[in-house]
Every structure is written in C-alpha cells, then in structure tokens.
Nanobody, 119 residues
Framework: QVAESGGGLVQAGGSLRLSCAASGSISSINAMGWYRQAPGRQRELVAT???????NYGDSVKGRFTISRDNAKNTVYLQMNSLKPEDTAIYYC???????????????WGQGTQVTVSS
C-alpha cells in the first residue's frame, strides 16, 4: 500500500510538503516518485528518486520543488516552494516495490492528494 498526505489549498508563492509512505511486506523499494494530473490533462512527471538518491525533475518544477526519501521509513517527500496556480492538480505517489518472497518489482500508486494554488 502507498498513501499520500499533505495536500491542500495554498496561495500563489506559498509552500506545501507532500509525504508518501509505503507499507506492507516490503523487501526493497527501487524508485519512488511523484506525478500529477490536472483537469483535462494527462498525468505528468513531477519528480523521481531512485534508491541511489539521485533525482529527476519535470521541467516545469525544476528549481522550485525538491524530492527526498527516507529509506528507513519507506517514505518519499516532495517539498513544493514558489507554488503557481498552474501547479494545481491531483498529486500521485508511485513506488516500485519488491514484496517479501517475490522476485518481481511492481509499481504501486497512491490514491492521490489534491493541491490547489489560488492566485
């Protein structure tokens, strides 16, 4: 299971921090990441962070958002600064998890958390 928290309503220029925790019988987690989907648009990459801690960002959030992870807690975070109205979307967490006793890695998605930025 993967569950997000931390969404909400914020004014333009403000900040929010999203969290996502993976739970269950976890052997290992490869990449974790954040994606978002605005009304009428396709889901897009926000940021990803593989197990080695390197990071990758979508062009629209570079310099404003920071992704990090706590491997001990199976948790990934997204610090969002200088938010803009166009950042309004449902934000989804994804985690590539190998369960105990399995040799396969599956991508698990959270239910999503709404982020709304008012102008």
């Amino acid at each position: 299971q993967v569950a997000e928290s931390g969404g909400g309503l914020v004014q333009a220029g403000g900040s929010l921090r999203l969290s996502c925790a993976a739970s269950g019988s976890i052997s290992s987690i490869n990449a974790m990441g954040w994606y978002r989907q605005a009304p009428g648009r396709q889901r897009e990459l926000v940021a990803t962070i593989p197990s080695d801690g390197s990071t990758n960002y979508g062009d629209s959030v570079k310099g404003r958002f920071t992704i990090s992870r706590d491997n001990a807690k199976n948790t990934v975070y997204l610090q969002m600064n200088s938010l803009k109205p166009e950042d309004t979307a449902i934000y989804y967490c994804a985690a590539d998890i190998r369960r105990l006793g399995s040799r396969f890695v599956y991508r698990y998605w959270g239910q999503g958390t709404q982020v709304t930025v008012s102008s």
